[in-house]
């Protein structure tokens, strides 16, 4: 018995900014459309970094994060696309010329063509391994910095040596009570840039160091001190902590791409391997923003931006290739008739 409801035109897997532009630019095109995402929100990687200024989408003057995830999902869903989230797609195949995408749920998804806008695949904070450290993650242990705020005058640790780790301490240090940064090696893994920054400011850098465990407050909710060890001299401090900042990194899952029995062409083993009109080796498989592979690749928002239009336009070629190769421009597109009226209709009251 078949579990799916609908065929649609084009299914976009991934809801961070390549997926939410060929959302918008496949219903410019009139496609019957649907978009899928693992997580409960819209938005993409892009929610990592919700506090940070974005400068380099071109026409927009600096917004954050968060400020450009609400206009990228407010235009995605301008022709109403139906919209999945918390769905983890496990499976992708062809049958009889349709692509038939299988769902951690169970629910299958039924359409003509697909686009993988996936980013760097599922994303999974690398987790502190500490025995019982799971427990502290709704209260004062975190992997992700959603608001700066939330640090304001408190005594911070944070564990990691990389880039984002030394993001996160830059922006921290002028903020917090005391900031202490936990590294495991004899030097920080950043750019120089970055390190310059640290260095302006008074805090505390325990090199060649982990933690080793968490003393928890009586009611066993919240963490109220670190254990350090020293990984050369074996030796041992305690800091008292509010809150824990775990910057290991992410796993990136893809196996759903890998794993499938149409053979989707790779590089790397990580990207798929696709041409510069966004078409991997898969006939009417296309693919959008960082999981795309191909010579002069702009590994920017812009870049995936650009991805979507062509991987959508090639979309509608596949469906229809006498359809002309591109959505004629929004300032001169009839779809946009009846909104440009309400919207001058508001701006000239």
Same mark, same amino acid.
């Given at each position: 018995?078949?579990?799916?409801?609908?065929?649609?035109?084009?299914?976009?897997?991934?809801?961070?900014?390549?997926?939410? @532009?060929?959302?918008? @630019?496949?219903?410019?095109?009139?496609?019957?459309?649907?978009?899928?995402?693992?997580?409960?929100?819209?938005?993409?990687?892009?929610?990592? @970094?919700?506090?940070?200024?974005?400068?380099?989408?071109?026409?927009? #003057?600096?917004?954050?994060?968060?400020?450009?995830?609400?206009?990228?999902?407010?235009?995605?869903?301008?022709?109403?696309?139906?919209?999945?989230?918390?769905?983890?797609?496990?499976?992708?195949?062809?049958? *009889?010329?349709?692509?038939?995408?299988?769902?951690?749920?169970?629910?299958?998804?039924?359409?003509?063509?697909?686009?993988?806008?996936?980013?760097?695949?599922?994303l999974k904070p690398?987790?502190?391994?500490?025995?019982?450290?799971?427990?502290?993650?709704?209260?004062?242990?975190?992997?992700?910095?959603?608001?700066?705020?939330?640090?304001?005058?408190?005594?911070?640790?944070?564990?990691?040596?990389?880039?984002?780790?030394?993001?996160?301490?830059?922006?921290?240090?002028?903020? #917090?009570?005391?900031?202490?940064?936990?590294?495991?090696?004899?030097?920080?893994?950043?750019h120089e840039a970055?390190?310059?920054?640290?260095?302006?400011?008074?805090?505390?850098?325990?090199?060649?160091?982990?933690?080793?465990?968490?003393?928890?407050?009586?009611?066993?909710?919240?963490?109220?001190?670190?254990?350090? #060890?020293?990984?050369?001299?074996?030796?041992?401090?305690?800091?008292?902590?509010?809150?824990?900042?775990?910057?290991?990194?992410?796993?990136?899952?893809?196996?759903?791409?890998?794993?499938?029995?149409?053979?989707?062409?790779?590089?790397?083993?990580?990207?798929?391997?696709?041409?510069?009109?966004?078409?991997? *080796?898969?006939?009417?498989?296309?693919?959008?923003?960082?999981?795309?592979?191909?010579?002069?690749?702009?590994?920017?928002?812009?870049?995936?931006?650009?991805?979507?239009?062509?991987?959508?336009?090639?979309?509608?070629? @596949?469906?229809?290739?006498?359809?002309?190769?591109?959505?004629?421009?929004?300032?001169?597109?009839?779809?946009f008739d009846e909104? *440009?009226?309400?919207?001058?209709?508001?701006?000239?009251?």
């Amino acid at each position: 018995m078949q579990n799916y409801e609908e065929l649609f035109d084009v299914t976009i897997i991934g809801g961070g900014p390549a997926g939410l @532009y060929s959302a918008f @630019y496949s219903g410019m095109r009139e496609m019957k459309t649907k978009i899928i995402e693992y997580q409960p929100k819209l938005g993409g990687k892009v929610h990592v @970094y919700p506090e940070k200024m974005i400068w380099d989408v071109g026409a927009l #003057t600096p917004l954050t994060g968060e400020q450009l995830i609400q206009q990228m999902v407010q235009q995605a869903l301008t022709f109403e696309p139906e919209v999945v989230v918390n769905e983890k797609i496990t499976s992708i195949e062809k049958k *009889n010329g349709l692509f038939l995408l299988t769902g951690a749920s169970g629910k299958q998804h039924l359409s003509k063509t697909v686009i993988l806008a996936v980013g760097g695949g599922i994303l999974k904070p690398i987790k502190l391994e500490i025995d019982g450290a799971e427990r502290f993650e709704i209260t004062n242990l975190h992997y992700v910095v959603q608001s700066l705020e939330k640090f304001k005058g408190k005594d911070v640790v944070i564990c990691g040596g990389g880039n984002a780790a030394i993001d996160w301490a830059v922006e921290l240090a002028p903020i #917090t009570k005391s900031l202490h940064i936990v590294h495991r090696r004899g030097q920080f893994d950043c750019h120089e840039a970055q390190l310059s920054k640290l260095d302006q400011f008074p805090l505390h850098k325990h090199l060649n160091t982990t933690i080793k465990k968490f003393v928890s407050t009586i009611d066993n909710t919240k963490i109220q001190s670190v254990i350090l #060890t020293n990984n050369e001299t074996a030796e041992e401090t305690s800091i008292a902590i509010d809150d824990v900042i775990i910057s290991y990194g992410f796993e990136r899952e893809l196996t759903f791409i890998k794993e499938s029995p149409l053979n989707i062409e790779l590089v790397n083993d990580h990207f798929v391997k696709g041409t510069s009109k966004s078409e991997s *080796n898969i006939e009417g498989l296309f693919a959008a923003g960082d999981i795309l592979n191909f010579d002069g690749k702009v590994h920017l928002i812009l870049g995936a931006f650009a991805d979507a239009a062509n991987a959508v336009n090639q979309a509608k070629l @596949y469906l229809e290739p006498d359809s002309p190769a591109k959505a004629r421009v929004s300032s001169h597109n009839s779809r946009f008739d009846e909104k *440009n009226k309400e919207l001058r209709q508001h701006l000239f009251v």
